[in-house]
T-cell receptor, first 117, second 110 residues
Framework: GAVVSQHPSRVICKSGTSVKIECRSL??????MFWYRQFPKQSLMLMAT?????????EQGVEKDKFLINHASLTLSTLTVTSAHPEDSSFYIC?????????????FGDGTRLSIL | DAKTTQPNSMESNEEEPVHLPCNHS???????IHWYRQLPSQGPEYVIH???SNVNNRMASLAIAEDRKSSTLILHRATLRDAAVYYC???????????FGQGTTLQVKP
């Protein structure tokens, strides 16, 4: 089946550091990728929708200058948490869909656990 | 986005069927019903989706009420590996976005 890979799986860094998370579709071309954040014991919260070659669409309340999203190719999207602080510590998850048919299932990565000290 | 309502938690015995309910009374005509599940410290996994007719796949069955205001995910024979949070989500075909609710935490007892 379709595979989405996230890297790194875990990051621990100091406050003020910028952190980049990669999301790759390994065996299909992803026209659309999604980024989610999940705090402990809570559900996933959609942060943004990323379409290849265009600017990401952010959900209400998500700071686009804080969470930079780039989707430069059909197999790679990146999320950069800029000047991260302890409150940005969370589980970040990406997903991808393969064609313009948005009804098909989303394929999720295994997430990146970000811890800011 | 139309919302769904699910019980917070359910319990099941291993090797017995499990029926996970979902209410979506404000569903629109173009909304698909999606089910995903999430194991601890992993990303969600697709389970099944449907529009109007009941659906079956190797993982589960989806029974959709005739008025589409509710649906039930059926795991025919629960295993310990089925213990997870199950999310029922209404998806719009326009954007592909999925808005996750709180889901149902399924515990499977041996």
């Amino acid at each position: 089946g379709a595979v989405v890979s996230q890297h790194p799986s875990r990051v621990i860094c100091k406050s003020g550091t910028s952190v980049k998370i990669e999301c790759r579709s390994l065996d299909f071309q992803a026209t659309t990728m999604f980024w989610y954040r999940q705090f402990p014991k809570q559900s996933l919260m959609l942060m943004a929708t990323s379409n290849e070659g265009s600017k990401a669409t952010y959900e209400q309340g998500v700071e686009k200058d804080k969470f930079l999203i780039n989707h430069a190719s059909l197999t790679l999207s990146t999320l950069t948490v800029t000047s991260a602080h302890p409150e940005d510590s969370s589980f970040y998850i990406c997903s991808a869909i393969g064609t313009d048919n948005t009804i098909q299932p989303q394929h999720f990565g295994d997430g990146t656990r970000l811890s800011i000290l | 986005d139309a919302k769904t309502t699910q019980p917070n938690s359910m319990e099941s015995n291993e090797e017995e069927p499990v029926h996970l309910p979902c209410n979506h009374s404000t569903i629109s005509g173009t909304d698909y019903i999606h089910w995903y599940r999430q194991l601890p410290s992993q990303g969600p996994e697709y389970v099944i989706h449907g529009l109007t007719s009941n659906v079956n796949n190797r993982m589960a069955s989806l029974a959709i009420a005739e008025d589409r205001k509710s649906s039930t995910l059926i795991l025919h024979r629960a295993t310990l590996r089925d213990a997870a949070v199950y999310y029922c989500i209404l998806g719009s075909g326009n954007t592909g976005k999925l808005i996750f609710g709180q889901g149902t935490t399924l515990q499977v007892k041996p």
